[in-house]
């Protein structure tokens, strides 16, 4: 396994359907204003396909597939503003929790289950992940790369847990509770059977590191990782 | 109650229950309503309210379904008590449900007492009212009646269908009965089944009515008296049902009625007590003691899944309907659980559904309330579905 090269957002991007646009009811931003992490996980999702977003928060990245890429799209999100924002956005969004409500849906509902910038938010990382395997035929994980050379010197050089742009909180009042390093979720996938599809790491303003390069160099220079993996029963 | 307010208001309910402060579409022998119980019920009528103008395309249609005790007038000074309508807080102008906007229509449920047929009305055969020769009635049978309704009135699709409590049951089996016709669907505070515990309330009611020396088997209102003392007894056990613990510790905690002590008597002392007698005999002068049996009874009897081997996603398999569930954290009488049934079913059944739980202590009566995040979610909900079918 090899990480993909860097994903042609543009061409994704031309491929939204006239459909999607005329059913869209409120438009998510422009597709440059986009959020960069956003148009890469848009790049990864076949159009016209069925998509779960866990932990949705206010529907953007929904919105954004129906629009760009037809996508027929739900989202579980904790939080009621979230949910509220998501439901004015005409999205189906219901308030709930990944750790719990995953459990709830029947096998091989989704094409793509996602999950952004929650797993190291959850109570049970790798029950999580089965159950996006086992709900969708492809998961999207992206988290915070805890092998990033800041984290790495915040704690081995000044021996204090990391509070970076990008993990702004304090040990004490962070939800996040199970980070891992690029490397690590890359043993779990292999642990649980999926096969990694495609791999990015992001760098600090969400752009993909550009090259193709070494995993010790991503582990290092990522500050988040994104992976598109697929079950390997299904093709 | 004297002997002549007792005479008002048992005229009153009988002139409301058989020609109505309200419209009215009466069905004549040739198109009974068709009921669970395998009665063709032939004359019948259904008394309904509307506000705001049917568009063009007839698609801005929202059918409002009322409670086990609501009725018509969910948006205008009620006829018998004076109060103003029972869901103002979500319907009129500017509101979430925008009159300005939509075209709402709210029918009073079969087996009510306000001008739809029932046990208070009058029998065409006899010259009597029907009491307890009227047939049973079920969720569906009330669905079964709008629907006919909504045919009378020329409208093929509802844009939404919406309801609390028994209500959202009936929004429910709306969605189950007539998929294609119901575009969004909102159900608030209700379940796809009446619970054990929901079915043990609402038998110790209609024990307190029957118990009722005046209740005379059903045949009060032909001897000229009425179950007044039953009728109330159930309405103060089934209003603690609606509220909840903290709540009545907020608004009541253990403070007594105009009074610096207790006065050692079975007056009413504190204050919870005074407000549930209040709450019981204003009741009283509003509601038909038999009409209280049948639509209880109608929601004991409501279990969508039973029509569909235990399954409840199998009833909403393929459902083109947009839904929005709600509940309410301190909702006890259908808790948060039952409405994640809901989703959950709905979910296995691929449809759309969005669902918020708000959190309130005010208990079940929440969604009658002021309460807007409620009003925030549903607004939102609304807008979004109105562009999609395309309503100005």
């Avoid at chain 2, 009212?129 to 909504?150: G, H, K």
């Avoid at chain 2, 009135?153 to 998929?179: E, R, T």
Wanted: hydrophobic share 40%; proline share 6%.
């Amino acid at each position: 396994m090899s990480p993909a090269r860097k994903t042609d957002v543009a061409r994704a991007a031309t491929l939204a359907g006239d459909r999607a646009r005329a059913q869209s009811v409120f438009s998510p931003p422009p597709l440059e204003d986009a959020r960069k992490d956003h148009l890469l996980v848009a790049g990864m999702v076949e159009p016209g396909s069925r998509v779960l977003d866990v932990g949705c928060g206010d529907g953007l990245l929904l919105a954004l597939l129906r629009e760009h890429r037809g996508v027929d799209g739900r989202g579980i999100e904790l939080s009621r503003e979230g949910v509220s924002h998501a439901l004015a956005r005409g999205l189906a969004v219901i308030q709930g929790d990944a750790d719990t409500d995953l459990a709830d849906y029947p096998d091989d509902s989704f094409d793509y289950v996602i999950l952004s910038q929650t797993i190291q938010a959850t109570r049970q990382p790798r029950v999580v992940l089965e159950h996006m395997l086992r709900i969708g035929r492809r998961a999207i994980v992206s988290f915070p790369n805890f092998g990033h050379w800041r984290v790495r010197w915040e704690i081995g050089v000044r021996g204090r847990m990391p509070v970076t742009d990008n993990l702004p909180q304090s040990w004490y009042d962070t939800p996040n509770i199970h980070f891992c390093t690029m490397r690590d979720f890359v043993q779990l996938c292999r642990e649980l059977g999926a096969t990694i599809e495609q791999a990015h790491a992001l760098d600090a303003w969400g752009r993909p590191v550009r090259f193709n390069l070494p995993w010790w160099f991503w582990n290092m220079f990522g500050q988040q990782g994104v992976f598109l993996l697929r079950r390997r029963d299904v093709g | 109650m004297s002997e002549h307010a007792l005479r008002s208001v048992v005229s009153i309910h009988r002139s409301e229950a058989d020609d109505p402060t309200s419209p009215v579409q009466r069905f004549g022998p040739d198109e009974p309503l068709m009921l669970d119980a395998g009665v063709a019920l032939a004359p019948w009528q259904i008394a309904y309210q509307t506000y705001g103008t049917l568009n063009e395309d007839r698609s801005n249609a929202i059918l409002v379904c009322h409670a086990l005790t609501g009725d018509q007038h969910v948006a205008n000074r009620h006829p018998v008590t004076g109060k103003p309508g029972w869901w103002e807080t979500l319907i009129g102008p500017g509101r979430p449900i925008d009159t300005g906007r939509y075209f709402v229509i709210c029918a009073n449920v079969i087996g009510g007492c306000l001008g739809t047929t029932g046990p208070a009305s009058t029998r065409q055969d006899t010259g009597g009212p029907w009491a307890l020769d009227f047939p049973l009635v079920t969720i569906r049978d009330m669905v079964r009646a709008q629907a006919m309704l909504v045919d009378r009135l020329g409208i093929p699709n509802l844009f939404c269908v919406v309801g609390g409590s028994m209500g959202g049951m009936q929004v429910l089996q709306w969605a189950v009965s007539y998929p294609e016709r119901v575009f969004a669907a909102l159900p608030i505070a209700t379940g796809a089944r009446h619970s054990a515990q929901n079915i043990a309330f609402h038998e110790v009611g209609r024990q307190a009515i029957m118990a009722d020396p005046d209740w005379r088997r059903g045949r009060y209102l032909d001897e000229g008296v009425r179950p007044g003392k039953g009728l109330a007894v159930a309405r103060m056990g089934a209003h603690i049902t609606y509220l909840s613990e903290s709540a009545l510790h907020r608004k009541f905690g253990r403070s007594l009625q105009n009074r610096a002590a207790p006065t050692f008597s079975f007056d009413a002392d504190f204050q919870i007590e005074s407000y549930l007698r209040h709450q019981g005999s204003s009741f009283v002068e509003r509601f038909d003691p038999n009409s209280y049996l049948y639509v209880t009874r109608a929601m004991d009897y409501f279990d969508i899944a039973a029509d569909y081997d235990g399954q409840l996603a199998r009833a909403f398999r393929g459902s083109p309907t947009r839904f929005l569930v709600m509940s309410f954290t301190s909702d006890w009488l259908f808790p948060t659980r039952d409405s994640r049934a809901i989703v959950h079913a709905l979910n296995a059944g691929g449809a759309q559904v969005g669902f918020v739980e708000i959190e309130t202590d005010k208990g079940h009566d929440a969604f009658l309330l002021d309460e807007p995040e409620m009003f925030a979610a549903a607004r939102g909900f609304l807008d979004a579905a109105a562009v999609a079918r395309g309503i100005a």
